[in-house]
Structures are given as C-alpha cells and as structure tokens.
C-alpha cells in the first residue's frame, strides 16, 4: 500500500507547525510542473486528510513539497527581516516504488531547516 506522507516540526518554538501552507506537486519529464494539491497543516503539523498521495494516486517520479514558513512564522509574530532568509522551502524528491511509504519530513526555523527519508 503506497502512500505518501509528511511532517513540519516548528524548531524555533518546539511544536508542530500548525497552520502551515503545503503545496504538492509533481515534475513531469518535459519541464513542465503539475500541481496536485494545495494544504493547510494541522495541530500536528500533519496534512488533515492523511496521506498526501494513496495508493490510487502514487506515480514514479519527481515530486516537490513547498512548505510556506516565512509567512508560517510572520503568521505567529516572528519579526522576519524583508526580504525572508527563508521563504518557500522546496523539496524535491523521488518516488520509485508506488507501493512504498514515502514520508518527508521538514523540521524548520526562520533561518534552517532539515529533512530525510522518513518512516
């Protein structure tokens, strides 16, 4: 059963990025970039509806998460200097086999952030 899944840790403030913008989408091999779908994080920084992809919709290849966090910390009254060191973070990744667990998840602060191959 392939899924896809992600998760924001806010590292500044040491809890779940509630209410953070997510924007999935996936890169097709002619340049071109399709978006799937666009979310909203819950009290657990996770995506409300579950997986981002399920089975049905898992496809190989090239995917990109965009996570807002300048505009998740300005939201939470962090003074951010203009422009935002960090203001969309894109991840990109792979997805090879459709019926894995691809979990990706993001652990952030207004001037880092980490990721891995979640399980």
């Known amino acids: 059963m ?6 924001v840790l806010d590292t500044m403030n040491g809890c779940p990025a509630a ?11 002619d340049g071109c970039i399709e978006s799937l779908r666009t979310l909203t ?4 920084g ?6 981002l992809l399920g089975t049905d ?14 505009a ?7 003074a951010l200097p203009e422009p935002a060191f960090l203001d969309e973070v894109p991840i990109e990744f792979g997805l090879a ?18 990721t891995y191959r979640g399980s």
């Open 41 to 44: 994080l819950n009290d657990d």
């Open 46 to 51: 996770r995506n409300p509806d579950g997986p």
């Open 97 to 114: 086999d459709v019926n894995g667990h691809y979990h990706v998840p993001l652990l952030v602060s207004p001037w880092a952030y980490s």
């Open 2 to 7: 392939g899924r896809l899944s992600t998760h």
């Open 57 to 70: 919709a898992m496809v190989a290849g090239r995917y990109r998460l965009v996570f807002a966090v300048a």
């Open 19 to 29: 209410g953070m913008a997510v924007r999935l989408e996936r890169l097709l091999p």
């Open 72 to 78: 998740y910390f300005r939201a939470r009254g962090v």
